[in-house]
């Protein structure tokens, strides 16, 4: 070490003029002098002191120096009786062990613009006096710090920066480092640092990029495209009339895609960025060339059917936000999103829903109202006719419907017993009740004697309406049809053979309503016989049978033609043919016997013979046998 002058005061030099210890190492330190007028030297010191030497140097050491307050002090006793005392300086340290850095009193990402306090905790270090804190933003000094204290024991100290991050410094790193700087006679001990301290700066979402207005054809493509700078990273979401055809997708930015654009599609788009910190916004406005706007309400029925009389209620919301909502009926204002009525009789009220929509402005939505009401009465007639009917002639039935409505939604049905037969619309549009009525053309047939006929007024409302549909159906209509007389051809042929002598009866029958009744004309000079409608006649002619009841006369000609009886000449003529023929048989069965059974026989030559194979002649009892010989069996003729 450099020496120095020692105090002018007293005559010593010390040798090194200052030390610099570590703590826990060695020292030793020489105090000399050049006086020659004095007693003796010596140290005073709590560790390593000496007694008074009359020498001109003393040598104060200690082997383990570990008393951080020692002062030693070279002194000299002088012979005129005084003593003249000098201290001698001793820096005694230690570096710290440990140097650490944090942030006070919070814990995770950083927000712009909030300042936050870093602290750097140094433990075990001494003399403070001679500690420099150094704090480095990156590499960059932002903070020199030291320490006025005369404390030379070892302590715990801190030493803390106040920092006000922006978002560009979201990277950026601090550290702390701690240096004792022992001056220039003492060691240079390392300089410790701390670790690096990161943190992310949080800001929220800036001003949103990229979103203007657009305008499109109807049925193309387009889209909206939202951006914001913001950490943490923003969210976005969107406000807008909601439609099937609209997609978003996120991914960084927001992008709001639009399909086949249609009038649902108009309006404004209005995008939120959005995260821990902040919410910014930004509209855009949606115009689609060829297509109408639509109003973004909807009502808790689209339609309402209504018996006259009866309480309705209904209410409307927005599927955006909106400004103002209320309902209209005429000059009335109700302003509330629900509409009621507890006895509705007004036939043409006209209810709307209005609401007034930022960007939009006002747009409404009717409410589509059927009031209806059941006829009074439902009745069936025959025009222009009473009484029964005849057959095969038109007639014109007529349903009769008093104070109905709506006359648009009446369906008169028309039932043969319980068949339909016809149904009857009106296109009127006519809302108030009214009377109508509606006709049915039948032409009858003897087969509907004693159907039945009805009608009923049925209203169809839709599927809105009451299910089922409400009916009032009429009295049943029966009906009797009269038919003209059918005689009945399969009892009573157009020709009637009759034979001499035997008398025939003609049967005329005729089938009608009412009962026909039967009458025969001929000629009175003909010998009939006539008997509950039945006729028999002997002679040939024409016979007239005629069927009449109140709805017409039928009749039948019948012609009677005159025949012999040949019966019992062709009966004797065959009685006899059978006895010729069985007499032939019996002759022609008798010449066959005698020829096939006797036969004829010549003796002439005729000799006996004993062989047994001639034929024999018997006479009486004994066999003689005679030669015969057999003729030709001759011809037979009548």
């Keep these: 070490m450099a020496g120095r002058p020692t105090h002018a005061a007293c005559p010593f030099e010390f040798n090194p003029p200052r030390v610099v210890v570590r703590y826990g190492d060695s020292v030793a330190v020489n105090c000399s002098t050049s006086s020659t007028d004095h007693e003796g030297m010596g140290w005073e010191a709590t560790y390593g002191g000496t007694g008074l030497e009359d020498v001109n140097f003393v040598i104060w050491t200690v082997e383990n120096l570990t008393y951080w307050t020692i002062q030693p002090k070279c002194y000299i006793a002088l012979k005129n009786g005084s003593q003249c005392l000098e201290n001698f300086p001793v820096i005694l340290y230690k570096i710290p062990d440990r ?306 409505a709506p006359l648009q939604n009446l369906v008169v049905k028309w039932y043969k017993g319980n068949e339909p037969v016809d149904n009857v619309t009106y296109s009127n549009i006519i809302k108030t009740p009214v009377n109508v009525s509606a006709t049915l053309m039948i032409t009858p047939s003897r087969d509907d004697d004693g159907a039945q006929y009805r009608c009923g007024a049925e209203l169809d409302l839709g599927p809105e309406g009451p299910q089922p549909h409400p009916s009032v159906t009429s009295e049943p209509l029966n009906i009797t049809v009269h038919y003209k007389p059918c005689i009945n051809a399969s009892r009573l042929p157009l020709r009637i053979p009759v034979f001499r002598g035997y008398p025939e009866e003609l049967v005329c029958e005729a089938e009608g309503y009412p009962q026909p009744r039967i009458q025969w004309l001929y000629d009175p000079a003909k010998h009939v016989s006539e008997a509950g409608g039945n006729l028999t006649v002997s002679e040939a002619g024409l016979y007239n049978c005629t069927a009449t009841n109140d709805v017409e006369t039928s009749f039948i000609v019948v012609e009677v033609v005159l025949k012999e009886d040949y019966l019992p000449l062709i009966a004797g003529f065959v009685a006899f043919m059978v006895v010729v023929i069985s007499v032939i048989f019996v002759l022609i069965y008798s010449i066959y016997y005698k020829n096939t059974k006797m036969g004829r026989y010549s003796l002439k030559n005729a000799k006996l013979s004993s062989t047994p194979n001639g034929n024999v002649a018997q006479d009486g009892g004994r066999d003689i046998p005679l030669p015969m010989t057999k003729l030709s069996q001759p011809n037979i003729y009548f």
């Design 99 to 404: 140097i650490s850095i944090s942030v006070l009193s919070h814990s995770g990402p950083m927000v712009e613009g909030t300042e936050y306090q870093l602290q750097c905790d140094i433990q075990n270090v001494a003399p403070l006096r001679n500690l420099v804190v150094r704090w480095y933003k990156g590499n960059e000094t932002v903070k020199t710090q030291t320490f006025n204290t005369s404390t030379r024991e070892p302590e715990d100290v801190s030493s803390t920066l106040n920092i006000t991050p922006r978002r560009f410094e979201d990277e950026v790193e601090y550290r702390c480092e701690a240096e004792l700087v022992l001056g220039p006679e003492g060691p240079q001990p390392s300089v410790m640092s701390s670790q690096h301290l990161h943190f992310p700066v949080y800001f929220p979402p800036q001003d949103i990029l990229e979103l203007k207005d657009t305008e499109v054809d109807v049925g193309s493509r387009t889209g909206l495209k939202c951006s914001s700078n913001g950490n943490p990273r923003p969210e976005y979401s969107w406000t807008y009339h909601r439609a099937p055809n609209v997609k978003l997708k996120n991914d960084g930015v927001s992008l709001l895609t639009i399909e086949q654009a249609t009038g649902e599609n108009i309006g404004y788009y209005t995008c939120y960025a959005s995260n821990t910190l902040g919410k910014v916004s930004k509209r855009a406005r949606v115009s689609v060339r060829g297509a109408e706007p639509v109003c973004p309400m909807k009502l808790s029925t689209e339609s309402v059917v209504v018996e006259y009389g009866s309480p309705v209620s209904v209410s409307c919301s927005n599927t955006t936000s909106v400004e103002e909502i209320y309902w209209t009926t005429g000059p009335q204002v109700v302003n509330d999103t629900t509409w009621s009525v507890v006895e509705l009789l007004d036939w043409d009220i006209r209810p709307s829903c209005n609401a007034t929509f930022q960007g939009i402005g006002r747009c409404s939505i009717p409410l589509h109202i059927t009031l209806y009401k059941t006829p009074d009465r439902v009745s069936i007639s025959v025009l222009s006719h009473s009484g029964p009917m005849v057959e095969g002639t038109v007639y014109q039935l007529q349903c009769g419907i008093q104070n109905i």
